[in-house]
């Protein structure tokens, strides 16, 4: 975990939030190649789950919500976590991940108190009840309340459904272990309504499509585990949980969700709101409330699985390398081009030339690099996970033709100049 941690800093993937202010805890900041890297594995969600489908609505939803979508969702009164205080130095944990005892100073803990997880604050000049805001502690909420909209504009069949990126808030007690469990993260949310009979076909058929999209990120399919979360422990709305696990460094912990909401949801915001949420089958005229299937992916933590899945070490010409072997889609850069030598102008009006035609093509993005000598440029770009480097040399300017070595054989082949971009697509 270490290392995947310092490599992460070093090469501009993910930094600790507010560090120079001796940072922020539960907080990180995403360099120039972690955004890309998260923007493609969420550009791969939103086109399997969205843009692929027909049956399904994408939306992005206000972070600050009317403070009743919280009372009615039951996260006002329910969304808490067990805490204790420690009598001596009040140093606070969550019960449930400490024994007896402080960790810092053995002193003796007070009662087992619940701790809400909303972020409040309040919105306007005023700073009474009446002007409470929460940060959204799940995306869902923004889903659920634009139920009748999407009906209103769109005229879906059930079943379909409403997808939503984006950020959620936890004032966690206990955050740790890197992007695992942190206070700011990103969810990708489907909340998929379904007639009440048909629930069971359609959780079957939403762990099928979890388990594909967690394969075509590429994390490990050994290493991903479903869990039925037993009746007791399982979120206040859902009748039905299996937690998709993974073996992160630091054990087997919960990646992603999969929920039977039934309509929970839908009649608490009626009740609520007084608002319609109920649909109407025309073919049958019969009007009843749907019930919900809810995969939900924590973007955050599919970006620390994969890291942990594609990071790998071996030894190359009596060198250790490391590297990540991500799947072309989801790398940050798909291909570097290098002049042979940085002191050959003919080498490096070549190899520019090299360079702008990739970065025109629709590959993704492409680096430039003529830092060091070879075997370098090769390290540094296994090291970021880019599939391929193009290399320009003598025999370039005689028979237009470049090397491109594969990251994970490190294998090279002569390729024509005007067949790359196929050969890079492969
Ligand atoms: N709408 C359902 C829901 O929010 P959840 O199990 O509480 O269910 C869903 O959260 C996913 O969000 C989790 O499986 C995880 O991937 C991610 N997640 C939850 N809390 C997180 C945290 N504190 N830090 C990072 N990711 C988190």
């Known amino acids: 975990m270490d290392n995947i941690v310092s490599l992460a800093k070093r090469r501009g993937f993910i930094y600790p939030g507010s560090e120079v202010y001796g940072g922020l805890a539960g907080t990180w900041d995403y360099g120039p190649l972690g955004v890309a890297l998260k923007r493609n594995i969420a550009n791969l969600w939103w086109k399997m789950f969205v843009e692929d489908r027909g049956d399904m609505y994408g939306i992005d939803a206000a972070i600050l919500m009317n403070a009743k979508v919280w009372e009615a969702s039951g996260h006002v009164s329910g969304f808490s976590d067990p805490l204790v205080e420690c009598k001596k130095c009040k140093r606070r944990y969550r019960a449930d991940q400490v024994e007896k005892k402080c960790l810092e100073c053995d002193g003796e803990f007070g009662p087992v108190r619940q701790f809400n997880m909303m972020f409040k604050s309040h919105i306007g000049a005023a700073e009474d009840v009446s002007s409470v805001v929460y940060l959204r502690p799940e995306t869902a909420g923004g889903i659920f309340v634009n139920f009748k909209?999407?009906?209103?504009?769109?005229?879906?069949?059930?079943?379909?459904?409403?997808?939503?990126?984006?950020?959620?808030?936890?004032n966690e007690i206990a955050p740790r272990d890197f992007l695992f469990r942190t206070r700011e993260f990103e969810q990708m949310e489907i909340e998929y309504f379904v007639r009440a009979m048909e629930w069971k076909e359609n959780f079957e058929s939403w762990r099928r499509e979890a388990n594909e999209f967690i394969q075509a990120v590429g994390i490990e399919a050994d290493s991903v585990h479903e869990l039925e979360v037993p009746d007791g422990e399982r979120a206040h709305y859902s009748s039905r949980t299996i937690d998709f696990e993974f073996d992160f460094p630091f054990g087997r912990k919960e990646l992603c969700g999969l929920a039977y909401r039934t309509d929970f949801d839908l009649s608490a915001h009626a009740r609520a709101s007084g608002a319609e949420f109920s649909y109407l089958d025309e073919a049958t005229g019969e009007r009843f409330i749907p019930h919900v299937i809810e995969p939900s992916f924590g973007?955050?933590?599919?970006?620390?699985?994969?890291?942990?899945?594609?990071?790998?070490?071996?030894?190359?010409a009596g060198e250790r390398r490391a590297y990540l072997k991500l799947n072309f889609s989801i790398a940050p850069i798909k291909a570097a081009v290098f002049p042979l030598l940085r002191n050959k102008p003919a080498l490096v009006e070549k190899a520019r030339q090299v360079y702008e035609t990739l970065k025109k093509?629709?590959?993704?993005?492409?680096?430039?690099?003529?830092?060091?000598?070879?075997?370098?440029?090769?390290?540094?770009?296994?090291?970021?996970?880019?599939p391929y480097c193009v290399t320009v040399d003598f025999q370039t300017l005689e028979d237009d033709t470049v090397t491109v070595r594969d990251r994970d054989s490190a294998k090279q082949e002569r390729i024509a100049v005007g067949g790359l971009s196929d050969v890079l697509k492969r």
């Open 299 to 316: 973007l955050d933590r599919i970006v620390l699985a994969l890291l942990c899945s594609v990071y790998k070490e071996d030894e190359l």
């Open 149 to 170: 909209n999407i009906v209103d504009s769109f005229h879906p069949k059930l079943p379909f459904g409403v997808a939503q990126i984006g950020k959620a808030f936890r």
């Open 361 to 386: 093509s629709s590959l993704g993005a492409i680096a430039w690099d003529d830092n060091g000598n070879i075997g370098k440029r090769y390290r540094r770009q296994d090291e970021i996970g880019t």
